[in-house]
């Protein structure tokens, strides 16, 4: 089991390139998330996909867009890059029962 | 809305010198209280769940324990591995989102 894993481990773009952050489970959970982090914010939530097929709104949407494109895989993408989406992006996915989540090695981006 | 308070914000120990992290938390109706490890350049590690007032759970060095507005998060005779930025998080209602702290990093000298 390789658990959650995200691709690509560190990036940069220049403001206004946009790029897909890529992300895949396989515990066969239903949720998987999409969070920041920065330092002293904490882990904010992005979107959220609930069940494949559907999306939610997190915390700081602004920006992004997702796709859940089937049970494993949840993508993050951003449209037009801005130097305040320089952060870490974790993906996670969450147990269905126990409630708890498991998270991806993360991608770190630089806007310049 | 729900609300997560870890600290201290840093916390630095000796090896062997036994202490607390605390996590403050107001929700409404509260499903689980989760901890995590996190080391530098990694993603979080799950390492507890609690679900009510009373329970208790442990592993090696750690023990979690959890009240009706607040978990401690306690650390017996740390090693330096034990360093790391610990963080709590809270699930509650019908949420299927969870609410995470600030955290709290902590650092074992040898």
């Known amino acids: 089991n390789a658990g959650v894993t995200q691709t690509p481990k560190f990036q940069v773009l220049k403001t206004g390139q946009s790029m897909t952050l890529q992300c895949a489970q396989d515990?066969?959970?239903?949720?998987m998330y999409w969070y920041r982090q920065d330092p002293g914010m904490g882990l904010r939530l992005i979107y959220y996909s609930a069940s494949e097929g559907t999306t939610d709104k997190g915390e700081v949407p602004n920006g992004y867009n997702v796709s859940r494109l089937n049970k494993r895989e949840f993508s993050l993408r951003l449209e037009s890059a801005a130097p305040s989406q320089t952060s870490v992006y974790f993906c996670?996915?969450?147990?269905?029962?126990?409630?708890?989540?498991?998270f991806g090695p993360g991608t770190r981006l630089t806007v310049t | 809305e729900d609300q997560v308070t870890q600290s201290p914000e840093a916390l630095r120990l000796q090896e062997g010198e036994s202490s607390s992290l605390n996590c403050s938390y107001t929700?409404?109706?509260?499903?689980?209280l989760f901890w995590y490890r996190q080391d530098p350049g990694k993603g979080p590690e799950f390492l507890f769940t609690l679900y009510s007032a009373g329970e208790e759970k442990e592993k090696e060095r750690l023990k979690a324990t959890l009240t009706k507005k607040e978990s401690f998060l306690h650390i017996t005779a740390p090693k330096p591995e034990d360093s790391a930025t610990y963080l709590c998080a809270v699930l509650s209602g019908s949420a299927r989102q969870l609410t995470f702290g600030s955290g709290t990093q902590l650092t074992v000298l040898p």
């Open positions: 515990m066969n959970h239903n949720s």
């Open positions: 996670a996915s969450m147990v269905d029962r126990g409630n708890e989540q498991y």
């Open positions: 929700v409404s109706g509260l499903r689980g």
